[in-house]
């Protein structure tokens, strides 16, 4: 089944990089990234973990986590941090899951298409778990997914942009526009007519009608 927005994330414990995570638990009423690769010692995923390690300072500016999850044990996530943090330049210093049973793929539909076909003639890289990405809101909901294949690395700016986006929106009659970057205008919701924006935002700059941008709250 698939992990949908503002489903509740999948719960899990797991051994990992930092010991045992239960999964809610860890969360400690903060924002979370979880974020899935197929294999450890991998040229892609290499270079991906070393992105999150450079933005280290940045996910704690925004209270938030980050956990990896690949299908590997403890022991090889320990010994391919070296890799990443010598190609990173930073310390790698988030849990990675080991994931050798498949059962956070599982639960968080991580899995290709091909892993669901009959099993005569499947090989390992049916199986292999794709690169997704969930941001979970202190709320334990999922607010916001992405799934690129294995071909493409993630951009993690623009998921930090997505995390900037989504902390801003969160709870509020707000939405970004396209290409959005903090210290933009937001979008204002239509459950709140002009009169009410204006109070609540300040001044509207009105685009259309149903269109009206405000300065961001601070």
Known sequence: ??????????????????????????????????????RDFTPVCTTEFGAVAQLSAEWKKRNTKVIGVSVDSVGDHEKWKRDIEAFGGAPADFPIIDDSSLTVAKAYDMLPADYYLP??????????????????????????????????????????????????????P???PANWVPGQDV????????????????????????????????
């Open 119 to 172: 099993t005569e003639g499947r090989t390992p890289a049916h199986s292999a778990t794709v690169r997704t990405v969930y941001i979970v809101g202190p709320d334990k909901k999922v607010r916001l997914t992405m799934t690129y294949p294995m071909s493409v690395g993630r951009n993690f700016a623009e998921i930090l942009r997505a995390l900037d986006a989504v902390q801003a929106t969160d709870g509020v």
């Open 1 to 38: 089944m698939s992990v949908r927005i503002n489903d509740i994330a999948p719960d899990f414990t797991a051994e990992s990089t930092a010991g045992t995570i239960r999964f809610h638990d860890w969360l400690d009423g903060g924002y979370a990234i979880i974020f899935s690769h197929p």
């Open 187 to 218: 979008i204002v919701a239509l459950a709140l007519n002009n009169e009410q924006a204006t109070e609540r935002f300040g001044a509207l700059d009105i685009k259309l009608p149903y269109l009206r941008f405000a300065k961001a709250p601070r």
């Open 174 to 176: 707000l939405a970004t």
